[in-house]
Each structure stands twice: as C-alpha cells, then as structure tokens.
C-alpha cells in the first residue's frame, strides 16, 4: 500500500489544498508534499492527525484499498423496462445510486421517452450508441444521432425522447447533485 498516494487521494475528495492540509495538521507544505510522492513516512501519530482532518478512520484507510470494485460484468446489471413509455434501463453499476456518478444503457423503442424530471444541478452526458435522441431542456430542443453527444446541466425540466423511425440506444452518465 502507497500510504502518500491515499493521503493524497483523501486530501483531494476533502477539496483540500496541501497547504490547507498543512495548516490543519501543524505540518508544512513541503512535508505533505514529500508524504504525497511517498518520499518521507509520516509517523503513527502524524498519520492518525492527518486522517482524523482527511475523515478518515484507520480501519477505513487501510481496508478502502481492499473493498473496492473496479470491473463490473453484465451479471452485475439491474435492467427494468417500461412498457408505457417504451425504453429498457440497465444500471451498468449496481450500487450507481451511491455514488457521485450514475452511468446507465438506456435502449429507447420505437416512439419511447423519458419522463421528464425537474430541474436540479445535476450534470449530464447522453452519448448516443446508435439512432437519434431528442433532449427536451425547458423551451429548447437539442438532438443528437449516433456518435453525438449530449452534455448539460438539468437546471430546467428536461426529457430525452427517441427520435428515430426505429430503436435507439444510449449511455447516460448523470450526477447526483440535487438542488
């Protein structure tokens, strides 16, 4: 285990700059620097000082490594299909909902669509695997076809709708940034 790699990676999902961390922790700059890039060990008790700013646990540091997926299979899919509105949803990642990011397949029948869904900050890209997508975003909409992609903020109501003669399929990563 690269204990600077991880501090490193702690310190930058905390949002925090090396000289904030320093500041923090009654250390310098440099120190967190040498820390980062693995060239000076911190002791037991500066470590512990770092994890408790970072919000990390001893236990959570030394075993994040260990508890997390990195390649997920089909097997792992959640897919639902809605009849009424005609498109198949599958979650490429089951616990997505927990995360910072959900990536989804979404396969749009013929004359299929979304609901549409309120205005939040959430960030989202729509790559078009094949056919073409209509995005409805409050009074505008935008289009795209196989090879095109869709990036936005949904801060106004907004609603993707199949707008091809046949069945189109896209990959629909959105963040969980809610109003």
Known sequence: MEVGQNIKRLRIKKGLTQEELAERTDLSKGYIS????????????????????????????????????VVYTVDDRT?????????????LIPESNEKEMEPI????????????YEPSRSETLVYVLS?????????????????ETLY??????????NDNDGESECLIVATHSYL
């Open 152 to 161: 936005y903020v949904a801060s106004d109501s907004h609603q993707l709708v």
């Open 105 to 116: 397949l979404v396969t749009f029948f013929k004359h299929g669509e979304f609901k549409q």
């Open 34 to 69: 040498q820390i980062e890039r693995d060239l000076s060990s911190p002791s037991l008790e500066t470590l512990f000082d770092l994890l408790n700013v970072l919000g990390s646990s001893p236990k959570e540091f030394f075993d994040e490594e260990l508890n997390q997926k």
């Open 79 to 91: 897919i639902y299909t809605d009849e009424e509105r005609k498109y198949r949803t599958e979650w």
């Open 131 to 147: 056919g073409k997508i209509a995005l409805k975003l409050g009074n505008h909409t935008y289009f795209a076809k196989t090879g």
